[in-house]
């Protein structure tokens, strides 16, 4: 049986507001636990000094107000669990240090990755950086056996210094941990960002860190030796990734999203020489300094299986000040795009090394430098495409209008990007391939295949609406149905899915991006960001990520296509809508609500499709809940899924017309909302929800919390 029960101040709670407040120090260590009236969760404040072992369990909501020091204890917090931080500045400003000789273990997951944001972002405010202080980590690996020690106290608070004892200590763990809206400057040069560490040791996991909107770095680290595996950073405002005083760790898989005006996305000063492998930087928007700052004299660094993408022709990508360390730096394997390869390695005006650091470049195994999109030839495509066709990536393709392949196989290389022109109507720019055509989509973590807006491309802010979308119609549209459902493509007649074919493949889709898309054709005739009509399960979707589309992120008609690792955000309509007796199975989907729509999951049309690893995050309102059984006949098999619904609109799981219940089963689902009671809603018109929730009570390994 799922077990259930509403989120209330118990006595547990009450206990540990107890234990916190015994802690003493600072502000005075506290903790007192209140229901957040916006979402009914219960929020527990923290403040001052933590030193007894400590956990924050992912039923609460953590708020830190001021500096929170945990001295000489472990803090544990649960996969899942949020912290907020108060917003404030100078002695006001909330952040949280982990000193020397305690320990954080953070140990979140895919699913339940454990999120530190702003209490202004949490209470419904816009995302922005500076809206508390961020996450600091004091080590013990300073300096270790250094002659001459570089790693001073920590520049905002001198109360804390790092040791110099043990090159592999650990500080504990920090894994699939999101660090969000942060950064704070105490007063110039003594800034918060979004992740400090000041000398931790090899011993610490960080691993699969996440920092967005910093209002300074995204990760800063003062010398020691931890190293930093399959992190991502960008929207940070100084430097996205910025190395000091002796860092010596390795770093791996390290992803680089310039989106803003910032200063370098890697800094490296003060004797510095880390290892930089599989790094993917791509840099947007002007850095003042560089993709790559090699900062005053004695740095050096090493690149191996490295991207550098520099879309800005702001006349350096990799610069230099002072005297570099040349025997201790080394390329291989590094790919450097950009506009203008000339100025590739550029001196900073009072003079560098970039000649020095350029000779080694050109030194290394499997260097290469070529031009990036900024500087690539736009190509037009418009009307059908009827021969097998390649879009290479030293090419921006351009679709003018409806562009449709027929009866041929269109490959799209990694690291292509195809943009649409704005229009609307029959001046709409979409691509769709039709039944018995092929698209060979076939990206990769490092080099994605873009689909995107000329708007955008150009260098417009990105938006919905900016495009049409990708299509795809498939040959198994009610396969041996006797109640056929799948019609004509709603936005133009012409293509009809086929019907013989369960297994049919329309090629593939891995590693795709498809942004600012979503176009009102007519009423309820709208192109999504990614359409598939009877598609197949011999076509293969996997890791495809649309953001900000005008109607659907998603819509699947019909068909048997799967759909693994896809990624969906900051569409107007439906996240993901399945309809007509689509029976796929979706794998661990990842759903993120941060704007007003419709649903997160809409079903409709007889379907049933089977979700799995499906984690939903519901962070604005959706009128028609997280996931909406719509009209009559919709089933549904969850496993292994979370749904978390931080919004208090009434409607969790949302149902109109008779649900086919012998179709539908939860195993091993959790409900997370603010009232546990609204988990299941009828329409005012009526629907299924109380059945709904008695096959959910059935199940094995559900709960509501």
Same mark, same amino acid.
């Given at each position: ?171 504990? $763990? ?36 996440? +920092? ?30 910025? $190395? ?73 990508? $990799? ?58 030839? +736009? ?63 076939? @990206?990769? +973590? ?80 709208? $192109?999504?960001?990614?359409?598939? #009509? ?9 890791? +495809? ?67 799995? @690893? ?72 009526? @629907? ?6 008695? #096959?959910?009570?059935? @199940? ?6």
């Amino acid at each position: 049986m799922a077990t259930k029960s509403r989120t209330v101040l118990i006595a547990l709670n009450a206990l540990m507001a107890l234990s916190l407040t015994a802690c003493g120090g600072g502000g005075g260590g506290g903790s007192a636990a209140t229901n957040d009236t916006n979402t009914g969760t219960t929020l527990s404040t923290l403040a001052g000094d933590i030193t007894t072992d400590t956990t924050l369990t992912a039923d609460t909501v953590w708020e830190l107000d001021g500096l929170v020091a945990v001295k000489g204890a472990t803090l544990t917090i649960e996969p899942g669990t949020t912290i907020i931080g108060k917003s404030g500045t100078g002695a006001n400003t909330s952040y949280l240090v982990i000193d020397k000789d305690a320990d954080i273990i953070a140990e979140g997951t895919a699913a339940e990755p454990i999120i530190f944001t702003s209490k202004t972002a949490y209470d419904g405010g816009a995302e922005a950086p500076g809206q508390w202080g961020g996450l600091t980590i004091i080590g013990n690996a300073a300096d270790v056996g250094s002659a001459t020690p570089q790693v001073e106290p920590y520049e905002v608070d001198t109360q804390f210094v790092a040791g110099t004892t043990d090159a592999a200590d650990s500080s504990g $763990i920090l894994r699939y941990v999101e660090i969000l809206n942060s950064g704070i400057t105490m007063e110039q040069d003594k800034e918060i960002n979004g992740l400090s560490m000041v000398g931790v040791g090899s011993g610490t996991i960080v691993d699969h860190v996440t +920092v967005k909107r910093s209002d300074d770095d995204c990760i800063e680290i003062w010398g020691g030796t931890v190293n930093v595996s399959n992190a991502t950073v960008e929207y940070c405002t100084d430097d996205q990734f910025d $190395i000091d005083d002796g860092y010596s760790g390795t770093v791996t898989n390290l992803t680089i999203n310039q989106h803003t005006d910032g200063n370098a996305g890697i800094e490296m000063s003060g004797s510095t020489a880390a290892t930089f492998i599989g790094l993917n930087l791509t840099q947007n928007y002007s850095d003042k300094e560089g993709a790559i700052y090699f900062k005053k004299d004695g740095i050096g660094g090493h690149f191996e299986n490295c991207q550098i993408i520099d879309n800005v022709d702001d006349g350096l990508t $990799i610069y230099s000040t002072g005297n570099a360390d040349e025997a201790n730096i080394s390329f291989t394997d590094v790919t450097l795009s950009s506009p203008t390869i000339s100025t590739n390695f550029v001196d900073d005006p009072n003079g560098g090394s970039a000649a020095e650091i350029e000779a080694a470049f050109d030194a290394g195994l499997g260097n290469s430098e070529a031009l990036s999109g900024a500087a690539l030839q +736009v190509s037009t495509l418009a009307g059908d495409i009827t021969t097998d066709t390649t879009l290479t990536a030293d090419t921006v393709w351009e679709l003018d209008g409806l562009v449709a392949v027929k009866g041929a196989t269109l490959t799209i290389e990694p690291g292509t990007t195809i943009i649409g022109k704005s229009g609307t109507g029959a001046n709409t720019s979409y691509l769709v391939i039709d039944k018995d055509a092929d698209i060979i989509a076939e @990206g990769t +973590v490092a080099e994605p295949i873009i689909f995107t807006s000329k708007t955008a491309y150009d260098g417009g802010a990105e938006a919905p609406g900016q495009w049409g979308g990708l299509t795809i119609i498939g040959n198994a549209a009610d396969v041996g149905s006797a109640t056929p459902q799948v019609e004509p493509y709603e936005v133009d007649t012409q293509f009809v899915a086929g019907s013989t074919d369960a297994a049919d493949s329309s090629g593939i889709l891995r590693y795709v991006e498809i942004l600012n898309s979503g176009i009102t054709m007519e009423q309820d005739k709208e $192109i999504n960001g990614l359409s598939m #009509v009877g598609v197949g399960s011999g076509t293969i979707v996997d890791h +495809v990520t649309v953001k900000r589309s005008d109607d659907d992120c998603i819509e699947i008609w019909g068909g048997t296509v799967n759909v693994s690792y896809a990624t969906v955000e900051y569409c107007t309509d439906d996240q993901f809508d399945i309809d007509d007796g689509y029976s796929g199975t979706v794998t661990n989907l990842t759903i993120n609500q941060h704007t007003d729509g419709n649903a997160g999951i809409e079903m409709s049309g007889s379907t049933a499709a089977t979700f799995i @690893g499906l984690t939903l995050t519901q962070n604005y309102s959706d009128k028609e809940g997280a996931i909406y059984f719509k009209k009559d006949g919709i089933g549904g098999h969850f496993e292994n899924c979370r749904i978390i619904d931080n919004v208090d609109d009434g409607q969790t799981i949302y149902s109109t017309g008779n649900a086919d219940e012998a179709r539908i089963s939860f195993a091993n689902v959790t409900i997370t909302s603010p009232d546990p009671s609204t988990n299941f809603v009828d329409d005012p018109n009526g @629907g299924t929800a109380a059945e709904i929730e008695t #096959v959910f009570d059935a @199940g094995t390994g559900n709960s509501e919390n």
